[in-house]
């Protein structure tokens, strides 16, 4: 296999030895072609500056998987005068090098970063151990730490939602499936849930009790599945109009709530039978949230918040008007007590005297997607899109690696101060669809329009 010339060889299997090999691939890819082809005529075509791709296929960097995907693409089929298609049987070999490569760049960076354990210098530390120290110091120092990022191959992921005992992570895909994951070893944990849904699948919710997972699609259909066996314990149940883009539980997980255009609510006593209950709410524009209190709030193209009381699913006060522009997302505390509403800013409520509390955090670009308040309270994150439109209503064919929008950003406050506990969380190429905090409050999923899944570790709120 060629081989970039240099003063010394790395060591087989190293990250330095891949990358170089990964990039002789390409190379060999581009040696193949019949047509004669310049940097600059690749680069154009792949959407890409010519330094970015001579530092390729160089060996200088390992690029984002888009770039590295989009040469691909160009190569294969660059003769032809148009990229390869997202379906071309030799593009999975080709993730899963780039994949690989991946993966020892993200150990380089721990061995690299990893400080020597000095007191015993013949003890042997373990991969597990490193990692252990390397996580451990940067929460010290109150600096985020992210892992491998997953779940590349399932045409985007459109929600996250971690299990009550945060053992399992539930994504939605546009592959029209559900994917559980093990949290502690950040791989699948089995087959993908599919059946039922005929578009792609936009939220995801485990039931308080950890019993059931509820998803539901663009198509509007809503599935309750069984987490334990995998299998779907009822036909698709169907949201009054839309697409059904939030689900919700009560916190007895007796009833369902999926929201489209308005609410349906079900009792779901009996999970192979559920029972429609009622249908509320008009006009709504952002997902629902429901508090450990019994309350429900849905939020409105009117820039209004509405309460309501879950066991009579009437109206609960007046609405809550803190907005110009519509309201765009929801989050209630773990204790009920405060309701963050957001579109352009977040603003705060105390839910005893329905009045808002504090200035309106402003810190964020763009429309705000998702709220996610932290299980322990201390930390509040909003996602932010940087474009004014939001994608999920976008019912064109996407092709996220030739066109990507604008990368979102995810903010994050400690609740003391109401000031920022980090710098934004960025990573993603293109807009992240779904977020959401582990049990313990220090695990921080993500997932969007590049097909990863993003496990972050957030610093401890300093006091």
């Not at 003769?79 to 690989?100: K, T």
């Not at 992240?432 to 695990?443: E, T, V």
Request: net charge negative; proline share 6%; charged share 20%.
């Amino acid at each position: 296999m060629e081989r970039q010339p240099g003063n010394s060889s790395p060591e087989r299997g190293s990250y330095e030895a891949e990358l170089q090999a990964s990039a002789a691939e390409l190379r060999s890819l581009r040696n193949r072609l019949s047509t004669p082809s310049t940097l600059g005529q690749i680069a154009d075509r792949a959407g890409a500056s010519p330094s970015a791709v001579s530092q390729v296929l160089s060996a200088k960097i390992h690029p984002s998987q888009n770039l590295y995907m989009a040469l691909v693409r160009v190569l294969l089929t660059y003769d032809s005068g148009s990229r390869a298609p997202q379906n071309h049987p030799e593009l999975q070999r080709w993730r899963d090098r780039w994949r690989r490569v991946q993966e020892l760049k993200e150990r380089h960076k721990i061995d690299s970063r990893s400080p020597r354990r000095a007191s015993n210098p013949t003890e042997p530390v373990t991969a597990h151990g490193l990692a252990e120290q390397v996580v451990v110091a940067a929460m010290r120092r109150g600096e985020r730490v992210q892992m491998f990022p997953m779940a590349d191959d399932l045409e985007g992921v459109w929600d996250v939602d971690f299990s009550p005992d945060g053992r399992l992570l539930a994504t939605a895909h546009g592959l029209r499936t559900v994917q559980l994951w093990d949290t502690i070893a950040q791989r699948r944990a089995g087959q993908a849930l599919v059946g039922g849904h005929i578009e792609q699948v936009q939220t995801v919710r485990f039931s308080p009790n950890g019993e059931l997972l509820a998803s539901g699609s663009h198509d509007g259909r809503i599935m309750l599945w069984d987490v334990s066996t995998g299998r779907s314990l009822c036909h698709p149940l169907a949201v009054s109009s839309g697409r059904a883009w939030s689900i919700a539980f009560s916190p007895d997980s007796r009833l369902l709530l999926g929201a489209g255009r308005t609410v349906r609510v079900w009792d779901i006593t009996d999970p192979e039978q559920p029972e429609g209950v009622a249908k509320i709410g008009a006009n709504l524009s952002a997902g629902i949230a429901v508090s450990s209190k019994g309350l429900l709030v849905t939020g409105h193209t009117d820039g209004a918040a509405q309460v309501w009381n879950l066991e009579t699913l009437e109206k609960d006060g007046t609405p809550l008007r803190g907005h110009t522009g519509e309201v765009t997302a929801l989050a209630f505390s773990p204790d009920g007590n405060v309701l963050a509403t957001a579109s352009r800013a977040v603003q705060l409520w105390d839910m005893d005297s329905r009045a808002m509390s504090g200035e309106p955090l402003t810190d964020t670009d763009g429309l705000i997607h998702t709220l996610s308040f932290s299980p322990d309270s201390q930390l509040l994150t909003a996602v932010a899109h940087p474009d004014a439109e939001d994608p999920r209503v976008d019912d064109e064919e996407d092709d996220s690696e030739e066109t990507l929008d604008p990368a979102a950003a995810a903010h994050v406050w400690q609740t003391s101060s109401w000031k920022a506990a980090c710098a934004p969380l960025t990573g993603h190429a293109g807009m992240i669809w779904g977020a959401g905090f582990s049990p313990d409050s220090r695990l921080y999923a993500t997932g969007g329009a590049d097909g990863l899944l993003r496990l972050w570790i957030l610093p401890t709120p300093r006091t």
